[in-house]
């Protein structure tokens, strides 16, 4: 092969050097001349090989010898395999029938063991003990069969032993150092209290355990439970007040999903802003508006017990003082003189009461609004994505509700507060009529 490819490289240098210098007859006849090398050195080559037959012949018959024995090698392990497997499976019978009863406590064994573990994956009792399962696993493999010893006695006690610590530490609060997650990612070793089954509370944050470990919660509850939770961890032997969650998590996972106040207002919207907005301005001319007229009435209730010497600063006064400035025997003129002050004072009286009345009836209907504007946006939603999930039909109904609740919310109070301005100022008007009516009677008398 070298020889070939020694013959080939030649004649390529050979024809390719001159071909700038040469004529096309010329090169043809290297061509020709090359082509004949190349058949002498290829009819080398094959005299080569089949010098090297007989070699090669040896070769074969050492190797197919060789597989004949590997065959007979394979036979008879194959044979020695299948006894093995009649010899265990004797053995298994003969351990079966040995076992008896055994078999019985061993499937329930197997039972506890795996309900027993199980629980042990999910309790935040293991945040305090975090090896006590370690040998359930070997346990389950001995007593399924799986592994050719037998579990013994005191591997049965030992699992008996870890749930009746389970059981005893229900009822325990216990302090202790553990690595914690927390919401940045970080993992820290800090001091974490457990009550019983039911919380883990960690610098006065409530945690969380799974198989990653405790975790501080990303998000926690609102600031009554996290006082609770600060009172707890910095107690010392004293009792504190803390509400357990019974269900193991379920319940405080709710309550941390639970929305905010904050975020309730923020999920109304334009409109929700709108709504509480003009409810803010309208409160704050009520409450104005009523603290205005108890001063008015206190006011005209003082002029009233001594109308002879009227005030400016005061509706009564002000009325009273119209007559006394233009005497007249004339009853009638003095009738429309008082009606006219009267008239004078009402706008005063009864101002804004309007304002607060127009707000008490469109804030439900803004409300209303809102919610139609969030329905077509989740009805949207829902032509999208679909309906399958029903968390997001939800999700958007209950934030279309929030503006119809910051309508009723701004409702509400505010025809309380209109009420109550409407019945103080129609109080000072019915006191001046009846007033009016009194110097009328005391003009006609005279």
């Not at 530490?169 to 690595?179: M, T």
Request: charged share 20%; aromatic share 6%; glycine share 8%.
């Amino acid at each position: 092969m070298k020889h070939l490819i020694t013959a080939v490289a030649v004649a390529a240098s050979v024809a390719l050097a001159p071909v700038q210098a040469q004529t096309v007859d010329q090169i043809l006849n290297q061509v020709k001349s090359g082509s004949l090398q190349k058949s002498k050195a290829a009819e080398d080559l094959e005299a080569r090989f089949r010098s090297a037959g007989a070699g090669k012949a040896a070769i074969v018959a050492n190797l197919r010898a060789q597989r004949e024995t590997l065959d007979a090698r394979s036979n008879q392990l194959e044979a020695q395999y299948a006894a093995n497997n009649e010899e265990l499976d004797q053995i298994r019978t003969a351990r079966e029938t040995a076992l008896g009863d055994l078999k019985d406590l061993f499937g329930a064994v197997q039972q506890v063991v795996g309900e027993t573990e199980a629980r042990f994956d999910t309790s935040i009792i293991s945040a305090q003990f975090p090896d006590r399962g370690a040998n359930f696993d070997d346990i389950s493999k001995k007593v399924s069969n799986q592994a050719n010893d037998l579990v013994t006695a005191a591997e049965i006690e030992s699992v008996w032993r870890e749930l009746f610590n389970e059981l005893v530490q229900q009822g325990k609060v216990a302090k202790f150092n553990a690595s914690v997650a927390t919401a940045s990612g970080a993992r820290e070793q800090q001091e974490v209290v457990r009550v019983g089954v039911f919380n883990l509370v960690g610098d006065g944050k409530f945690l969380t355990y799974g198989k990653g470990g405790v975790a501080e919660l990303p998000r926690q509850p609102d600031g009554r439970y996290l006082s609770q939770a600060s009172d707890l961890y910095s107690a010392s032997g004293s009792s504190v007040d803390f509400a357990l969650d019974p269900t193991q998590g379920r319940l405080l996972d709710a309550a941390v999903e639970s929305p905010s106040l904050r975020e309730r207002i923020d999920q109304g919207g334009t409109v929700g802003y709108i709504i509480l907005g003009v409810g803010l301005f309208a409160a704050l001319i009520a409450i104005y508006k009523i603290l205005t007229l108890f001063g008015v009435a206190a006011a005209v209730n003082k002029q009233a017990k001594n109308p002879d010497s009227p005030s400016d600063k005061n509706p009564l006064g002000r009325v009273l003082k119209a007559v006394k400035d233009n005497p007249s025997n004339d009853t009638e003129a003095m009738e429309l003189r008082l009606s006219e002050a009267i008239m004078k004072e009402t706008p005063k009286l009864t101002s804004w009461l309007m304002f607060l009345k127009i707000v008490s009836v469109v804030a439900p209907l803004a409300g209303l609004l809102g919610t139609v504007l969030g329905m077509i946006e989740t009805f949207q939603s829902i032509t999208l994505f679909g309906a399958g999930d029903p968390k997001l039909m939800a999700g958007g109904i209950s934030q279309a509700l929030v503006t119809t609740v910051c309508g009723l919310v701004v409702a509400i109070p505010i025809v309380l507060l209109h009420t109550a301005a409407a019945s103080k100022a129609k109080r000072v008007e019915e006191i001046l009529e009846e007033q009016s009516a009194g110097m009328v009677a005391r003009q006609i008398e005279s």
